[in-house]
């Protein structure tokens, strides 16, 4: 009897074994799932007490909203406005206090000093031009309204002015209108070529003279 139960005790637990693995490898071989988040009372509890707690009430917003508008900034003029006055006063009076005490000289030599005089007119032009392929150079006379005058058989200079500055002048300058034309000796037919037209300074020839890859022209002075 004892045997017996014993024998059928062991077969229920081979059954209930090999049903339990038979259930565990069909699980294994089943799609996966989606993963879903674990529950957590503790967090719970807190975010329940946080939705019945209500914020303070505030103040309704207004159906039409105020503008605000800075306040413009203000300048003070009035001071510096005073100050101008004054100073130009303060020159006013120093002016007619020396004219008041100069005499008639004085007060002549005074504004032929201001009054700028015109210059005076020379007959003659001096230019100087150079050849910078073989060095040649050449200082020659050109006359006002003249004759031209041509320079190494190509250039050709005509005078239309000369001036030198008037003794009011910051700086003694000679002044001269000219017109070169390039033609060389020989090419009849061919249209000169005008290169330069304009005044030339004495004082400045590198800014005012004739600048071309063969030649270069500067007045020198004027002479009656």
């Known amino acids: 009897m004892n045997r017996m139960r014993l024998l059928t005790v062991g077969v229920a637990a081979l059954a209930l074994a090999f049903g339990g693995g038979v259930v565990a490898g069909g699980m294994q071989d089943a799609p996966p799932q989606d993963a879903a988040p674990a529950a957590d009372p503790v967090a719970e509890e ?3 007490q946080l939705n019945q707690e209500s914020g303070p009430a505030g103040d309704p917003a207004p159906e039409n909203p105020v503008a605000i508008v800075p306040p413009s900034p203000t300048v003070e003029t009035a001071a510096v406005e005073g100050d101008l006055a004054a100073e130009t006063d303060e020159e006013a009076a120093s002016e007619e206090d020396q004219e008041e ?18 210059r005076q007119r020379r007959r003659v032009a001096i230019v100087e031009a150079i050849d910078k392929i073989t060095a040649e150079s050449m200082r020659f006379e050109v006359e006002v309204g003249g004759r031209p005058v041509r320079f190494n058989q190509s250039l050709i200079f005509t005078a239309r002015a000369c001036e030198v500055a008037a003794e009011n002048e910051l700086v ?7 017109e070169v034309t390039l033609q060389p000796r020989g090419t ?10 304009g005044w030339m300074y004495a004082s400045t020839p590198a ?12 007045v020198v002075g004027c002479k009656e």
Do not use: M
């Open 46 to 48: 807190i975010r329940r």
């Open 101 to 118: 005490g100069e005499t008639d000289e004085e007060k002549a030599e005074r504004l032929a000093d201001e009054t700028p005089t015109p």
């Open 172 to 178: 003694a300058d000679s002044v001269a209108y000219l």
């Open 188 to 197: 009849v037919r061919a249209e000169p070529r005008q290169i330069f037209r």
């Open 207 to 218: 800014l005012s003279g004739l600048q071309h890859p063969i030649y270069d022209a500067w």
